[in-house]
């Protein structure tokens, strides 16, 4: 089967079904032409149309890309490895769409006290940290629950401590962080740096990024919304 033609049938399986649910609400449940039908059925066509091709352009550039680059910072010193994914980390979220739409909506709901030229700085550099941990597990063979259990005991302790209006921000902001460009990049990044660091039966050492990454832009999230409360208290 062809790329391109896999890459149709995962967006039909990925797409039709919520369009058919959406369709059935409205003309059984509801039992009323949705208005403007066409102008949705267009949209979902353009969406549709999109979708095809980023999974076309992640299945034949991202992910190939993502695994040659893990094969040589396979091959790098420690230190060169540790700066280019702290970089690689930040870089990836100024490219992920969900981080900005995000940002956005943080900006008007704040009435912009929150702007998101702040907001999308917190975000990368929570995920350029969470890179630097994803590689120095897989350089050192830490297993995965000793970077999530304490990272999550000291998100729960920020928690607590910080403002309650920043702690669905801060968790939403862990979630827009493991978008579509984090996971066909990053992911294939560090499978292909674990197996060439240790053979095709390490591979499954670099996966567990995704998590990490959902981690720390959390905790970063919070500790913004802690600076700021003392800020303010201090003024």
Excluded: C, W
């Excluded at 790329?3 to 003309?27: D, G, K, N, S, Y």
């Excluded at 700085?121 to 929570?126: N, S």
């Amino acid at each position: 089967m062809s790329i391109v033609l896999h890459a149709i049938l995962e967006v039909i399986e990925a797409t039709l079904p919520v369009l058919a649910l959406i369709l059935f609400f409205q003309l059984v449940v509801l039992r009323r032409v949705p208005p403007e039908i066409l102008k949705m059925l267009l949209g979902a066509g353009i969406a549709m149309v999109g979708f095809f091709l980023f999974i076309l352009g992640a299945k034949i550039s991202l992910i190939p890309m993502g695994i040659h680059i893990g094969d040589v910072m396979a091959a790098g010193s420690p230190i060169v490895v540790v700066l280019f994914a702290l970089v690689l980390g930040v870089a990836v979220i100024f490219a992920e769409p969900a981080v900005r739409i995000l940002a956005v909506e943080i900006e008007n709901v704040s009435s912009g006290s929150l702007r998101k030229r702040f907001i999308v700085p917190v975000i990368a550099l929570g995920v350029g940290f969470a890179l630097v941990f994803a590689v120095l597990r897989i350089l050192n063979g830490v297993h995965l629950g000793y970077v999530l259990v304490p990272g999550f005991v000291i998100i729960l302790v920020l928690t607590l401590l910080a403002p309650k209006p920043f702690v669905p921000i801060a968790f939403d902001s862990g979630a827009v962080a493991t978008g579509p460009v984090a996971v066909n990049f990053v992911l294939p990044i560090t499978t292909g740096m674990a197996i060439s660091l240790m053979g095709e039966q390490a591979g499954v050492l670099g996966f567990g990024v995704v998590g990490i990454i959902a981690m720390f832009p959390i905790a970063f999230m919070l500790i913004l919304g802690i600076v700021l409360r003392g800020r303010t208290r201090s003024e």
